[in-house]
């Protein structure tokens, strides 16, 4: 598979290469977002020095992996590692021979740095060493530390305040793939799947490419969703589990948040957090959401029209959402429950709401469409009560202007149909809305949906139509 999508990642690294000054870039991403491949496919394999860590390995087995790298990368023979300072020195020395394959750029990537730097080993402050010492004076050195503990790597790199404060030159925080990207993964690897099928994809996948690369292209996509997720030995049945565990030294506390999140849709403060998921408030709670954030698992927003300081923390991870609500627990025995599924309303149900979060992780997508790219926004799920009467908007965007943007999300496989009653319950949400945010801006209905709009006499209900072909945008 060729590198697909990561233009600005990959315009980014190109600047760093080129830079003609010594670079320490830090990379990071929740894991199997496709953070080593995107390293080895744009440098080609061509590193001047290549490690990565292993999960659950001592110091011990740590060093011996670096000193079998040593022998990979050089034709001279070292003695053999004791500590995190040996293996660093050995590595100046490896990075000071002349040889053809060691001119120009020299880059070093040390690959899950998380799982190398482990309690006591002493690896920052080795690597400290090295960069301080050593590596910031090199004109030709390009090093790049990467690791999908994202929280470890912002706490210890990006915000860490003894030697390494501020060393760090450059930084890529790897995202999921956006539709756009999702789209041309398919098309390269063969996966037959119109847009409507993609964006239920990314429903229960979130544009994750080792899940996507699991996929069978010579089956539909409720087959693969069958085979991966609920036949008797499915690859990803253990998935959620194994991907906090990898992500978080300590998960318990991590997935009791994520549990208790998941029962709101549309979040949950701080305070109602600590209740549900029986954590007590302070440092551990503060600990276990920075965690979630940084890893992307859950966002953190000022709920509109709420003047309190209490801000809401929501659930928004797709694959996350799709186990919990379908394989967790799921005593089924069908082989094809996904297929049987698909065709009852639950599912059409469950579509909705996933939907939503699919906009949600577009707003870039959604703000283009409107052709507010450049306007600085704010963004949420509302609910409100006035003169007891209660309305739910999708995605309020406050935007910078005098223009608030209410939209409303529709997944269906043909255009949206507008009727009466549709129309009646839009205006009741603006005036719930209206009443309990007393905005000066200008309210204006958007519709967000799959195949656009059908005209009719309550149309235009809605100022704006987006369609999902606006969300495939490549931006």
């Not at 496709?34 to 001592?58: R, V």
């Not at 790199?157 to 993964?185: A, K, M, S, V, W």
């Amino acid at each position: 598979m060729q590198l697909l999508g990561r233009k600005k990642e990959q315009a980014a690294l190109e600047n760093y290469y080129h830079s003609k000054k010594p670079e320490f870039i830090a990379v990071y991403g929740r894991h199997r977002v496709g953070k080593t491949f995107l390293m080895k496919e744009f440098f080609h394999n061509d590193f001047a020095f290549y490690l990565t860590g292993k999960a659950n390995s001592t110091l011990k087995g740590q060093l011996l992996e670096f000193d079998e790298a040593v022998a990979e990368y050089s034709t001279k023979h070292y003695k053999p590692s004791r500590s995190w300072r040996d293996a660093f020195k050995t590595l100046r020395l490896i990075l000071e021979e002349e040889t053809p394959a060691n001119s120009g750029r020299k880059v070093v990537f040390l690959d899950e740095m998380p799982w190398l730097a482990t309690e006591k080993s002493g690896f920052m402050p080795a690597l400290e060493h090295f960069w301080n010492s050593w590596g910031s004076a090199q004109e030709s050195l390009l090093l790049i530390v990467c690791g999908s503990a994202t929280s470890w790597m912002v706490d210890h790199l990006l915000n860490d305040t003894g030697g390494l404060h501020n060393r760090i030159t450059g930084r890529i925080n790897l995202q999921p793939f956006c539709l756009g990207e999702c789209e041309q993964y398919f098309q390269e690897a063969g996966i037959g799947m119109n847009r409507y099928q993609m964006i239920e994809s990314y429903m229960v996948f979130g544009g994750i490419p080792y899940y996507m690369g699991l996929m069978q292209p010579q089956l539909g996509f409720t087959q693969n969703v069958d085979i991966l997720c609920f036949s008797e030995n499915s690859v990803l049945k253990n998935e959620f589990i194994n991907l906090y565990a990898s992500l978080f030294r300590r998960p318990e506390n991590h997935i009791a948040v994520i549990r208790a999140l998941s029962a709101k849709g549309i979040g949950l403060t701080r305070k109602e957090i600590e209740e549900a998921a029986d954590i007590s408030n302070g440092g551990r709670l503060t600990k276990t959401l920075n965690d979630l954030l940084h890893s992307g698992f859950i966002r953190k927003y000022k709920a509109i029209g709420n003047h309190s300081r209490n801000a809401v923390y929501q659930l928004i991870d797709p694959f996350t959402l799709f186990h919990l609500r379908f394989i967790e627990g799921n005593a089924e025995t069908d082989q094809a429950y996904w297929s049987h599924f698909s065709a009852t309303s639950g599912h059409s149900s469950w579509s909705g709401f996933a939907f939503e979060r699919v906009a949600l992780m577009h707003i870039e997508q959604i703000k283009s469409a409107l052709g507010i790219g450049g306007v600085l926004v704010d963004y949420a799920a509302w609910r409100g009560e006035a003169n007891g009467s209660k309305a739910q908007i999708d995605l309020v965007i406050d935007r910078n202007d005098s223009i608030i943007t209410l939209c409303e999300m529709k997944y269906s496989r043909q255009e949206f149909v507008v009727d009466k009653d549709y129309s009646d319950k839009l205006r009741n949400k603006l005036t719930v809305f209206s009443q309990c945010v007393k905005t000066r801006k200008n309210p204006l209905f958007v519709l967000v949906t799959t195949y656009g709009l059908a005209r009719n006499n309550y149309s235009g209900s809605f100022q704006n139509v987006i369609t999902a072909d606006d969300l495939f945008a490549l931006l």
